[in-house]
C-alpha cells in the first residue's frame, strides 16, 4: 500500500492542482461521450490507453469484459448500460478485451473451477463463444479447450459480448436509427498494438486499417493551423 499512499499524497498535491479548473467543471455533472467497457485486469488502464482525462469515458470493469445478455433480472451491467445510454446519451460503447486474459483462461476449461462456483457461473456468458470455437474447430461439446486456442477465444469473446450488447432495448434502439456506435477491441499488452471489429463486422482489423477514415480526419485537422500559419 506504500506506493498507493504516496500516490494519493502526490495527486493532492500536484496533479489536482494542476487540473482544478478540470475538476471543478466535473463537480456536478458529467457528459462522457464514451462508455469504455473492458477487464478487471489491473494491466489494463483506460485513461491511459486513450489518452483521456477524467470525465471522457464512462467505465465499466468486469472479469472477461462480459455483457450478459439482457434479461429482466437486474445486475450492475445491465444498469450501467441503461444509465450510459439512456441519461448521459453516450454515442460510442467499446468493449475491450486483452490478451493473457485470465477469464477466457479460465472460460477455455470451466470443469477446472469447482472450487469458484460464482466465478464458474459468470463466465457461463462466454459459452457462446467457446462454442464456436468447438464448432469451428470440430471439438466435441463440453471438452475443454486447449490453450492455444486462447487469442482465438479473446477475439470471439468480445464479438459475442458486442452481439449481447445488442439484446439491451436501449442499445437496439440507438443502433436501429444511427445514433450510437459499438466497437470491439483487443489490446494486446506485450506490444500495445488493438484490433478492432464493429457490432455487425465478423473479422478483426488493425486499429489503423480499422479507423483509417479517422485518422485521416485527425491527421488532417493537425496539419491546418501550421499550413495556415
Not at 483462461?105 to 467457446?130: F, N, Q, T, Y
Request: charged share 20%; hydrophobic share 35%; aromatic share 6%.
Amino acid at each position: 500500500m506504500d506506493h498507493i499512499i504516496r500516490g494519493v499524497l502526490n495527486f493532492q498535491k500536484n496533479v489536482y492542482p494542476e487540473h482544478k479548473d478540470l475538476f471543478g467543471a466535473l463537480a456536478n455533472s458529467q457528459n462522457p461521450d464514451v462508455m469504455f467497457v473492458t477487464c478487471s485486469d489491473s494491466r489494463i488502464d483506460p485513461n491511459m490507453l486513450t489518452g483521456s482525462n477524467p470525465g471522457d469515458l464512462f467505465i465499466c470493469r468486469n472479469a472477461g469484459n462480459v455483457i450478459p445478455p439482457h434479461s429482466n433480472e437486474t445486475g450492475s451491467m445491465t444498469a450501467s448500460i441503461e444509465y450510459a445510454v439512456a441519461v448521459l446519451g453516450v454515442r460510442h460503447i467499446i468493449v475491450c478485451g486483452h490478451t493473457d486474459c485470465g477469464a477466457i483462461k479460465g472460460a477455455l476449461d470451466i470443469p477446472a473451477l469447482k472450487g469458484l462456483p460464482h466465478v464458474k457461473e459468470w463466465l457461463g456468458h462466454c459459452r457462446s463463444a467457446m462454442e464456436i470455437i468447438r464448432e469451428r474447430h470440430s471439438i466435441p461439446s463440453e471438452t475443454s479447450l486447449d490453450s492455444k486456442y486462447l487469442n482465438e477465444a479473446i477475439e470471439e469473446n468480445v464479438q459475442q459480448q458486442v452481439q449481447h450488447l445488442r439484446t439491451h432495448p436501449v442499445v437496439a434502439a440507438k443502433l436501429a436509427m444511427g445514433r450510437i456506435q459499438v466497437h470491439g477491441w483487443v489490446y494486446d499488452i506485450k506490444s500495445g498494438s488493438i484490433r478492432c471489429c464493429g457490432h455487425n463486422s465478423e473479422k478483426f482489423k488493425n486499429f489503423d486499417q480499422y479507423y483509417s477514415d479517422q485518422i485521416t480526419q485527425v491527421d488532417e485537422s493537425a496539419a491546418t493551423p501550421a499550413a495556415e500559419h
